[in-house]
């Protein structure tokens, strides 16, 4: 298996965002409540990650369960009252069956303008899929959502490792505009899958609010803002000349906590008073990339 370890180099392409900004902001909401292996849905095991470290072996883990419960039953609802005090929009990056579990989240979240993109199945790793099962697992992705949603989702991101035939798959499938597996750059790039060009734009683990969970550095709130606005800060000045792309990772588990949601209110409250900051769903800036580099969208995403 190949590696680009050079990029762009010193070189990087003018990504000329709307409106001249110095910088695009993508954030992405993690929508995984009721997707996480769960005896209690009828999984073969418990997920055992989440606030502490520990998997519940052969029964239901009611602990966990409601952990990640705290996400869709409050969480969801802090995070989209900042994103509508700042006219803020973002993709939400959802596991299909946490969508069909839940489908008045997905209208909700469809209602208020944001991208609903697809995170799998299950919240899982597909590094170890064989490829007829993968296959089936996009293709049931893509049909749940859409029946939750009333959308097709254009965007893919794997949790943790995709497979060698996933980026392919996703564009056999022939609705997907752009994945988001990738964490090597601060711009997308368009990589040619099957004899067509497919967007990948970069995603990022420390802009990320998973640093909370255990062994990860954040603590505080204004860890995570901080953190947040040192990177805007350094990215924004970069785009005066060169501008870039940053990823904010978001889990309604995580930040929608009382104890953290000001560590968000702060990174938009920042990017508001910058300026010059173009905050953007993903498949906004896949559409732009593509039409940057002369490549209409020719997919049927209805």
């Given at each position: 298996?190949?590696?680009d370890l050079r990029?762009?180099?010193?070189?990087?392409?003018?990504?000329?965002?709307?409106?001249?900004?110095?910088?695009?902001?993508?954030?992405?909401?993690?929508?995984?409540?009721?997707a996480?292996?769960?005896?209690?849905?009828?999984?073969?095991?418990?997920?055992?990650?989440?606030?502490?470290?520990?998997?519940v072996v052969?029964?239901?883990?009611?602990?966990?369960?409601?952990?990640?419960?705290?996400?869709?039953r409050?969480?969801y609802?802090?995070?989209?009252e900042l994103?509508?005090?700042?006219?803020?929009?973002?993709?939400?990056n959802?596991?299909?069956?946490?969508?069909?579990?839940?489908?008045?989240?997905?209208?909700?979240?469809?209602?208020?303008?944001h991208?609903?993109a697809?995170?799998?199945?299950?919240?899982?790793?597909?590094?170890?899929?064989?490829?007829?099962?993968?296959?089936?697992?996009?293709?049931?992705?893509?049909?749940?959502?859409?029946?939750?949603?009333?959308?097709r989702?254009?965007?893919?991101?794997?949790?943790?490792?995709?497979?060698?035939?996933?980026r392919?798959?996703?564009?056999?499938?022939?609705?997907?505009?752009?994945?988001?597996?990738?964490?090597?750059?601060?711009?997308?790039m368009?990589?040619?899958?099957?004899?067509?060009?497919?967007?990948?734009?970069?995603?990022?683990f420390?802009?990320?609010?998973?640093?909370?969970?255990?062994?990860?550095?954040?603590h505080?709130?204004?860890?995570?803002?901080?953190?947040?606005?040192?990177?805007?800060?350094?990215?924004?000045?970069?785009?005066r000349?060169?501008?870039?792309?940053l990823?904010i990772?978001?889990?309604?588990?995580?930040?929608?906590?009382?104890?953290?949601?000001?560590?968000l209110?702060?990174?938009?409250?920042?990017?508001?008073?910058?300026?010059?900051?173009?905050?953007?769903?993903?498949d906004?800036?896949?559409?732009?990339?593509?039409?940057?580099?002369g490549l209409?969208?020719?997919?049927?995403?209805?």
């Amino acid at each position: 298996m190949s590696r680009d370890l050079r990029g762009y180099g010193g070189n990087p392409p003018h990504p000329h965002w709307p409106g001249d900004a110095r910088l695009a902001v993508s954030f992405v909401v993690n929508v995984e409540e009721g997707a996480e292996l769960s005896v209690s849905l009828g999984d073969e095991r418990n997920e055992a990650v989440y606030e502490i470290v520990e998997e519940v072996v052969g029964v239901p883990d009611p602990a966990k369960d409601t952990h990640f419960d705290y996400g869709t039953r409050a969480g969801y609802w802090r995070i989209m009252e900042l994103f509508d005090r700042y006219g803020a929009k973002a993709q939400m990056n959802c596991c299909a069956r946490a969508l069909t579990l839940s489908p008045w989240l997905a209208q909700d979240m469809a209602w208020r303008g944001h991208e609903i993109a697809c995170h799998s199945y299950r919240w899982e790793r597909h590094a170890n899929m064989d490829e007829d099962h993968e296959r089936a697992v996009i293709a049931r992705c893509v049909d749940e959502i859409r029946a939750a949603a009333g959308v097709r989702p254009v965007g893919w991101h794997t949790r943790s490792a995709a497979s060698p035939n996933t980026r392919r798959l996703l564009v056999e499938e022939g609705g997907f505009l752009y994945d988001s597996d990738h964490y090597g750059d601060d711009l997308p790039m368009i990589l040619t899958v099957e004899d067509r060009p497919h967007v990948v734009l970069p995603y990022a683990f420390d802009t990320n609010d998973m640093r909370f969970q255990r062994g990860g550095g954040f603590h505080f709130a204004e860890d995570f803002a901080r953190y947040c606005c040192d990177a805007i800060d350094w990215l924004w000045e970069e785009g005066r000349t060169a501008p870039k792309m940053l990823s904010i990772g978001l889990h309604l588990r995580i930040i929608g906590r009382p104890g953290r949601i000001a560590g968000l209110a702060r990174v938009l409250e920042h990017i508001a008073a910058k300026g010059g900051i173009w905050i953007a769903r993903r498949d906004e800036i896949a559409r732009h990339w593509r039409a940057l580099n002369g490549l209409p969208e020719t997919f049927d995403t209805a």
